[in-house]
């Protein structure tokens, strides 16, 4: 396939696009309103001037290349896809782009374009990052990278994916060709599938699991289609390389989360996905504030785990601030522990300015409990018990307290006892002869009632004196 059409665009004649199209400088022609923007790998996107350029030429090369592809371009069929090995063109008819026809072509070279010593000269990359991320990639961890558009994310891939050990499999899903990983590395054990109208993701990497790889790369992760791809071949233990649209590499679980259709659980699916990919790399590209040039650069590197409490975090490894200062700590127990499992030790990183783990934040913007993300108690609880133990001096400690007893002597008269027993509602019997006290203290008579009336409980009688009612 990529021969026929390789074919058919050496028969397209591209005229005065052709000088660009030769420039290993140049990735990127967009056309529109008869202007033409290049993206270059030195000086990024600028404006460049060629007046044998315009709609009439773009429309002609429109109509060249929908003739030798068997396809229609009108306004019925407005808009016009074609690729060869190196090259992928889009065409947007003048019937609904009204600022005339519009035209993008992006390069897709067969070549690896980044090498250690370039990435260090334009300070793409430290050596020490540069080296532990190799060490991961043959250590066999699963690496997802982002950037925007055009900041050089699938050339990154390429790059690590020629780090891989060579005889290790390699199967590449991609629904536009751009890695060529197979024209790179023609000796390699290396299998090219492009999903289309017919074979799904789903269909490819059926067939892909078949064909036994050691690594699955995904050209791009940008549907729900290929973020289920992605997985199940990180679930099924296999290996994999990837880009992802996402602003910085610690939001790519999110990221994912994003594109997936159904409501599936987020507790759930950032788990397995913190769990089971290990990095996520960010790249930029950006205007150099000294040199004036542009200049790509890896923003950040954030390391994926699941703690003790299976609580989702991220670390972060590297980030490099746009005035320059960089942020390096070395990696957690979990990544070094997961590599010495395949036999490999991290090489030390420089650690400067850490910073804390982070639990990702949740879609409704609640985040992970901190107690749970730490694994240890909140301050607030851990004051509570000291609270209580300061204030238990100040209260003393109760004592049983009991009811006044009236200390009773040996008793021998039972009518003593009988009035002692009953206090709560004292019936006095009318005595017509006192009775002899018992006891050898003499006794001491009390003051006659005048009421015979139950008054409040009478205070307890002295032994062995029984109280008399004047009848009187």
Request: hydrophobic share 30%.
């Amino acid at each position: 396939m990529e021969e026929s059409n390789e074919n058919v665009f050496s028969q397209l004649d591209f005229g005065p696009l052709q000088e660009y199209l030769d420039n290993d400088d140049v990735t990127d022609v967009s056309y529109s309103q008869s202007q033409i923007h290049l993206k270059t790998l030195s000086q990024g996107n600028y404006r460049v001037e060629n007046p044998n350029i315009n709609n009439a030429f773009m429309e002609k090369l429109a109509f060249q290349c929908s003739n030798a592809m068997g396809k229609t371009f009108n306004m019925a069929h407005p808009m016009l896809d074609s690729e060869s090995a190196e090259l992928r063109m889009n065409f947007i008819h003048d019937s609904i782009s009204k600022n005339g026809i519009a035209c993008v072509i992006r390069k897709t070279p067969a070549k690896i374009r980044l090498e250690k010593q370039k990435l260090l000269n334009e300070d793409y990359i430290t050596e020490d990052i540069h080296d532990f991320l190799i060490t991961c990639v043959q250590g066999h961890c699963n690496i997802l990278v982002c950037g925007e558009t055009g900041s050089g994310k699938t050339e990154f891939v390429k790059y690590l994916a020629s780090k891989t050990n060579e005889n290790e499999k390699i199967i590449t899903i991609e629904d536009t060709l751009e890695l060529h990983l197979d024209r790179i590395f023609p000796h390699r054990d290396i299998v090219t599938l492009k999903t289309n109208n017919i074979a799904s993701y789903s269909d490819v990497l059926v067939a892909c699991m078949r064909q036994n790889p050691i690594w699955i790369l995904l050209s791009e992760v940008r549907s729900a289609e290929a973020v289920t791809a992605v997985r199940n071949s990180i679930s099924s233990g296999h290996f994999i390389l990837s880009t992802i649209h996402a602003d910085k590499s610690a939001s790519i679980p999110m990221r994912l989360y994003s594109l997936m259709e159904t409501s599936q659980d987020v507790t759930q699916f950032l788990t397995t996905v913190y769990r089971y990919i290990q990095l996520g790399v960010c790249i930029r590209g950006r205007q150099d504030k000294v040199t004036k040039k542009f200049k790509r650069e890896i923003a950040d590197i954030s390391e994926f785990y699941v703690d003790e409490n299976n609580v989702p975090k991220s670390h972060l490894i590297y980030r490099k601030t746009s005035d320059g200062r960089m942020i390096r700590s070395n990696p957690t127990k979990y990544l070094i522990d997961y590599l010495d499992a395949q036999g490999i030790t991290l090489p030390p990183i420089q650690e400067t300015n850490t910073i804390d783990d982070e639990a990702p934040e949740l879609p409704n913007g609640a985040k992970f409990e901190k107690a749970q993300v730490s694994g240890e108690e909140k301050p607030a609880e851990e004051k509570k018990p000291e609270a209580v133990t300061a204030e238990k001096p100040v209260v003393p400690t109760p004592t049983p307290v009991q009811k006044p007893v009236t200390p009773v002597a040996p008793q021998t008269s039972t009518v003593a006892q009988t009035t002692s027993a009953t206090p709560v509602t004292p019936t006095v019997t009318p005595v017509s002869t006192p009775s002899t006290p018992t006891t050898s203290t003499p006794s001491v008579g009390t003051t006659p009632t005048p009421n015979p009336t139950p008054v409040a409980p009478v205070t307890p009688a002295t032994p062995g004196v029984v109280n008399q009612t004047n009848n009187g």
